[in-house]
T-cell receptor
């Protein structure tokens, strides 16, 4: 099945550092979402973006919807140990018949205290 | 319940056997989705229900996979003649509307075919 290209594949950082990850697609989406998944759990929504060029924040998280509608990035500022997990981007064409999510390949984040 | 409940949490089965995976969505959620997550990958769409009907089953990999939602609430994903390649985490999600927003995922069923 289709998966979006997400990079980097993994990151190992020190507590307090900022983190940036991005996601690209060959297809256009009208909605981009970012999820975090902890071991043994389902993905949990972090941020949703609905308009090209939109920049949205949720606490220490900031995400942007690329103007081409084919990419998005997520920044995490001042990382803390509980930020550890796998981060997934997902594209969706909201308003379509299904509204299914197309997920990225994931970025594994490890934070050393 | 408060969240999406999936049972069992783990299932080990022998190649060739039949398995059923259950999803209890959040009460009142009309939209229900099944996704499959292979090791090291993101979830991939399998099937979408709006109410009792399967509105989109384009993600089901082959005719060994089937899902039902007879009363518009609980859903069962059924896999016949399981193969080792079916091993994955099967995730269910529900949404209060059919617009795909407000997804809540369950914790998944880890299926291992030996």
């Amino acid at each position: 099945g289709q998966q979006l290209n997400q990079s980097p594949q993994s990151m190992f950082i020190q507590e307090g550092e900022d983190v940036s990850m991005n996601c690209t697609s060959s297809s256009i989406f009208n909605t981009w979402l970012w999820y975090k998944q902890d071991p043994g759990e389902g993905p949990v929504l972090l941020i949703a973006l609905y308009k090209a060029g939109e920049l949205t924040s949720n606490g220490r998280l900031t995400a942007q919807f690329g103007i081409t509608r084919k990419d998005s990035f997520l920044n995490i500022s001042a990382s803390i140990p509980s930020d550890v997990g796998i981060y997934f981007c997902a594209g969706m064409n909201y308003g379509g018949a299904t509204n299914k999510l197309i997920f990225g390949t994931g970025t594994l984040l490890a934070v050393q205290p | 319940g408060a969240g999406v409940s999936q049972t069992p949490s783990n299932k080990v089965t022998e190649k060739g056997k039949y398995v059923e995976l259950r999803c209890d969505p959040i009460s009142g959620h009309t939209a229900l989705y099944w996704y499959r997550q292979s090791l090291g990958q993101g979830p991939e769409f399998l099937i979408y229900f709006q109410g009792t009907g399967a509105a989109d089953d384009s993600g089901l990999p082959n005719d060994r996979f089937f899902a039902v939602r007879p009363e518009g609430s609980v859903s069962t994903l059924k896999i016949q003649r399981t193969e080792r390649g079916d091993s994955a985490v099967y995730l269910c999600a529900s949404s209060p509307r059919g617009d795909g927003l407000g997804y809540t995922f369950g914790s998944g069923t880890r299926l291992t075919v030996v």
